[in-house]
């Protein structure tokens, strides 16, 4: 029988940027992770966020691109570095647009605790959704969903309908009962409802303290034991989410949402959020009406070159925590992938003393 892909084909990849930059992104995350991990539980979550950003700029700085942050460590105002609208780059090269989480999970890293990693995402410009740093409020699954909406239309989700029928068709996408899905969501008093929804619809549920990025990234990953992500969290968080997910062919739905409302502050601290951000909002186009519209993946990433990658900082769901050797020899976990399909899990060891350190399997 004949093989269905060339070998060319299978190493097709969707544009310059995955030809070009995937191999380099990597490297860029794993930069930032093994320079986390040295402050894995020091208890300083700053500092180590501080480590992974300037690792990461350094990284990113050599690369030949004409690259933007769009989402990054927040306005110019409050971040030195990897700010929102900073040119990172040689400024020779395709135009990229970034979305950055240079440590994904800082409480995590800095506690010691399972989930931390230094993601990144790249697209073609106007690739990445250019939003302000709040929240977004979210649904993220797996392919076998779209693929399930696809066949019957008029069992689509919706970010407002009753949970129990969003997960009644995860269920039959997944073709498993009700009772066997995991939801994951951040463990804060604004979920308290949904949580309860979640636990009454027959569906089991995991907290997270912190991150959940890579648990939406693990929707699209069968064995992983996560079937959906729900919950208001980073806007960022949520976009590099979106830039995962569609390259793995799931999908998220979102809505902007202020901290303040998510959080059910005071109108007071309402009215001063909206004073404060509303301005930047109308500068990029958004309204206090526009603000509640629904946004699919396609909204969130529009790009058709998109590449992903995340290297683990401590333990997570499917990859190992950075180990560090002495003498500066490291060995960092990464998953990586490009909208032409192709996703690579990858075991990089970096050794300096080729005879003193051994090399483990
Ligand atoms: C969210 C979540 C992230 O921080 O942004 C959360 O998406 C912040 O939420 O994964 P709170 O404002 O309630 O603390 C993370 O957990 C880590 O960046």
């Known amino acids: 029988m004949p093989h269905p892909k060339t070998v060319e084909e299978m190493s097709d990849c969707a544009g310059p940027i995955e030809c070009e930059l995937l191999p ?22 700053h500092f180590a966020d501080q480590v992974a950003v300037a690792a990461m700029r350094r990284m990113l700085n050599k690369l030949n691109m004409n690259g933007v942050i769009k989402i990054g460590e927040g306005e110019r105002d409050e971040a030195p570095m990897l700010y929102i609208g900073e040119k990172v780059g040689t400024g020779a090269g395709v135009d990229v647009d970034i979305a950055v989480d240079p440590l994904e999970g800082t409480n995590l890293t800095a ?31 797996g392919p076998e969903v779209v693929q399930y909406e696809a066949e019957h239309p008029e069992e689509k989700l919706e970010l407002d309908a009753p949970v129990s029928r969003n997960l009644n068709i995860v269920a039959k996408a997944l073709d498993r009962k009700v009772q066997e899905l995991v939801v994951v969501i951040l ?60 390259t793995l062919g799931g999908k998220i739905l979102g809505r902007l949402v202020l901290p303040s409302v998510a959080n059910g502050k005071t109108q007071e601290e309402i009215d001063a959020e909206i004073e404060e951000k509303l301005p930047r909002l109308e500068k990029m186009g958004i309204s206090l009406q526009t603000l509640n519209e629904v946004m699919d993946t396609e909204k969130l990433v529009p790009g058709k070159d998109v590449i992903f990658s995340a290297s683990a900082v401590t333990p997570g769901h499917f990859l190992h925590e950075v180990s560090l050797f002495g003498r500066g020899d490291a060995r960092v976990n990464t998953v990586s992938m490009g909208s032409s399909g192709t996703v690579r899990f990858t075991d990089s060891i970096y050794i300096k003393d080729k005879q003193k350190t051994p090399l483990y399997l």
């Open 187 to 246: 463990d804060r008093p604004r979920h308290a409802q949904k949580i309860m929804e979640i636990r009454e619809a027959g569906a089991r549920v995991k907290l997270v303290s912190d991150g959940d990025l890579m648990p939406g990234v693990a929707t699209a990953i069968r064995g992983s034991g996560i079937h959906m992500v729900m919950g208001a969290g980073g806007s960022g968080e949520a976009v590099l989410t979106a830039a995962a997910i569609k």
């Open 24 to 45: 380099k992104l990597i490297q860029v995350t794993e930069a930032a992770a093994i320079a986390a991990a040295y402050q894995m539980g020091r208890g300083d979550k």
């Open 111 to 141: 506690d010691g605790c399972p989930g931390s990693v230094a993601v990144m995402a790249m697209a073609e410009r106007g690739g990445i959704f250019h939003g302000p740093d709040i929240y977004i409020d979210k649904i993220v699954v």
